[in-house]
């Protein structure tokens, strides 16, 4: 089997509040498989330029505050005593690139992020715009929670075939999963358009998924389901809603230089709209402008300022 990297380091963006629960519940999933560790973050919202130059020790005693609060229900959560491997940090600035920079400085394996409603709300924590950007922008797999969240483990995992990508690192990545997790795996091809299946594309390559999982000892179920005049995503969606895995996985893409956020309409309706958790793979793009950008950004250096 083609090997794919581990989950040692887990990174789980929390707001201070008890919804943090959530992305620690998750996290704690993969922890008691992979023995992760899992680093809790906070991101504060950046202070002015006046209150840096005048008030600096302002800005000190809000982090020290901040941590504090989270450390509180991280011992909530863990009954009183916070586990060796779960570290706290909490930093300022902008909300998505306080998250990506965190994610560079720890080197993370997964970025965990909860979407539910009451966050979405109160903290415009993630809109579908910056949803996008995180995933889009993530030097790792990020794990989306909107709906539905796994408490008891990852028993059934689900992949759509998108035959306008490559499905290597895709199929890889869910053999790891499912042999880590003792899981089944459902294969769904959607045919749009009336002819035989095993003249659709799409089919064909689902077939070699099955065939590829099966040699893995794996159970491997797939289905074909004709889309009626239905964009491919309400098809899946449906499908999502009628089976209730514990997790999607979906291959997202970054085809242009200029559209750093663009992830393709179909992975955006699938990740924004999934009952489910999607964990989301999202393959590199290196530029030689990229890197240069990087190297000189004056956000890395705010990150290594205000890591706590």
């Known amino acids: 089997m083609t090997q794919t990297p581990g989950i040692n380091k887990i990174l789980a963006p929390v707001p201070l509040s008890s919804d943090c629960k959530i992305a620690i519940q998750q996290a704690m999933i993969f922890h008691e498989v992979y023995g992760s560790e899992i680093i809790l973050l906070h991101v504060e919202t950046e202070f002015s330029l006046f ?19 989270l450390k ?5 959560y863990f009954g009183g005593n916070i586990p060796d491997f779960i570290s706290i940090h909490v930093s300022t600035g902008e909300l998505v690139q306080g998250i990506l920079l965190a994610a560079k400085k720890t080197e993370c394996d997964l970025i965990i992020i909860s979407k539910r409603e009451r966050i979405v709300s109160r903290f415009n924590f993630l ?4 949803a996008d950007k995180l995933i889009s922008g993530a030097v790792c797999p990020v794990l989306t929670i909107s709906g539905k969240h796994t408490e008891e483990g990852i028993k059934n995992i689900l992949i759509p075939v998108d035959i306008t990508k490559k499905i290597d690192s895709k199929v890889a990545r869910v053999k790891c999963l499912a042999k880590k997790f003792n899981a089944k795996v459902h294969v769904i091809s959607v045919l749009d358009l009336d002819i035989p299946p095993l003249k659709s594309l799409a089919y064909r390559k689902a077939l070699e998924i099955e065939t590829s999982i099966k040699k893995e000892g794996l159970e491997v179920n797939v289905e074909l389901i004709k889309a009626k005049n239905r964009p491919m995503h309400e098809v899946v969606l449906s499908h999502i809603h009628e089976l209730k895995p514990d997790l999607v996985l979906m291959m997202t893409h970054q085809e242009s230089i200029l559209f750093d956020n663009y992830i393709g309409k179909f992975a955006g309706e699938i990740i924004h709209r999934s009952e489910s958790p999607v964990f989301n793979l999202v393959p590199r793009k290196e530029t030689l402008t990229g890197n240069l950008l990087d190297s000189f950004s004056p956000e890395k250096k705010a990150w290594q300022e205000n890591y706590v």
């Open 51 to 69: 209150h840096k130059l005048l008030r600096p020790g302002r800005l000190k005693k809000h982090i020290k505050r901040a941590k504090k609060k």
């Open 72 to 76: 509180k229900y991280a011992k909530n």
């Open 127 to 130: 809109k579908n715009e910056n």
